[in-house]
């Protein structure tokens, strides 16, 4: 695959946008295990990468991801459920070691192995579960063609910036469906580069200043030690069991990303003056949201419009949104509302209203009827 050209009208898939953005954000191997439904990721990324490594299964491809962002090559993989499922504990370990990578899950309809061609959104809450200890991953969630390009990049430039795994959620729907595109409107994406460490002497893995992520030194230099460790470990790297320094630095992986929230909020807020009620929305189904908006106040019904696409963790920016509205509605691809349950709890108010469906996509009837259903 070329480099994009810009100016003109394409038709394309999101799997080779969500592909260029990466390696041009600063992406520089690809480990994969090919999967249905990211099985285009898997192909583009063979002609794009400087670096392809097709693994004999998803629980190597993170181990060698581990290796790869060692080095500081920032390595991205694509899966789905199953595969991602096979990956967990490593990506535990990854985050621990507070080792860059994307993880690009791209979601199908469950349970099980589900149904590969019928995609869903469903995953919300293994993503949410993915580390142990009620810790977080920064995730990511494509609405658009525009989102393939610019939250792919984000993705990489987080990764890096805060020494973390990084997950962007799509859809079947979203990387493997060909859509007309105006190629003018990506933005220019520049290379995220790596903060390295400048220390002549004292050098430790883990120590850290006020921005909470430790400097950063690949395993191939010769000038010190560097440890990479999974288990509890000190700021030096070595592995302790419960005492203060350890729990603190193991504290400060959520603390770090607490602190830098505000660099990975990425939403959407159409916001309507006077609308009592608000849509909220994410993935393929922010499409449907989108167009039952604009037929809503097209009829003369007030509504506002979120789109969630920083997941991961739930910033507060979005309560302080949908606390200022009547009702809410949360549609979502899925049996029983995930996200909506993560954000309001298993017995929501009664003003907390979901749409949802399985085994196909939601339509933007289905979320005016619910918009303007006065129960």
């Not at 695959?1 to 999101?14: C, L, R, V």
């Not at 908006?293 to 097209?298: D, G, I």
Request: proline share 5%; charged share 20%; with cysteine.
């Amino acid at each position: 695959m070329t480099e994009i050209s810009t100016n003109q009208m394409a038709f394309i898939d999101g799997s080779r946008l969500i592909t260029e953005a990466c390696v041009q954000a600063g992406a520089q191997a690809f480990v994969g295990y090919p999967i249905t439904p990211a099985n285009l990721l898997y192909s583009y990324a063979n002609q794009r990468y400087p670096v392809m490594m097709a693994a004999p299964d998803e629980i190597t491809t993170l181990q060698w991801m581990t290796g790869y962002a060692s080095l500081g090559k920032l390595p991205v993989t694509a899966t789905a459920f199953p595969g991602y499922a096979l990956m967990i504990e490593s990506i535990n370990m990854a985050m621990m070691m507070e080792l860059p990578m994307v993880i690009i899950l791209v979601q199908r309809l469950g349970p099980a192995t589900g149904t590969a061609t019928a995609g869903a959104q469903g995953d919300i809450a293994v993503v949410h579960g993915t580390v142990s200890g009620g810790f977080q991953l920064p995730t990511f969630c494509i609405s658009n063609l525009n989102d393939c390009w610019e939250l792919s990049a984000k993705a990489v430039e987080t990764a890096i910036s805060l020494r973390t795994p990084v997950v962007l959620l799509t859809s079947k729907e979203m990387v493997m469906t060909q859509m007309s595109f105006d190629m003018s409107s990506l933005i220019e994406i520049k290379p995220k580069a790596w903060k390295y460490s400048d220390k002549s002497n004292d050098y430790k893995s883990y120590d850290v200043d006020e921005s909470l992520v430790p400097e950063f030194l690949p395993v191939s230099q010769n000038q010190h030690q560097v440890r990479f460790t999974a288990s509890t470990h000190n700021k030096a790297g070595i592995l302790q069991n419960t005492s203060p320094e350890a729990l603190d630095n193991s504290r400060r992986l959520k603390t770090k990303l607490d602190l830098h929230a505000q660099e990975f909020l990425y939403y959407e807020y159409d916001q309507q003056q006077e609308a009592e009620t608000i849509v909220l929305s994410f993935d393929i189904t922010a499409q449907a949201a989108r167009e039952a908006v604009l037929r809503l106040r097209n009829e003369g019904t007030k509504v506002s419009l979120l789109v969630a696409k920083t997941l991961f963790p739930i910033p507060e920016r979005y309560y302080d949104i949908l606390n200022g509205y009547k009702k809410v509605v949360i549609a979502e691809e899925n049996n029983d509302g995930q996200y909506r349950r993560f954000l309001f709890g298993n017995q929501p108010h009664a003003h907390i209203k979901g749409v949802n469906v399985m085994g196909r996509m939601i339509q933007p009837e289905e979320i005016m009827k619910e918009v303007q259903h006065n129960g």
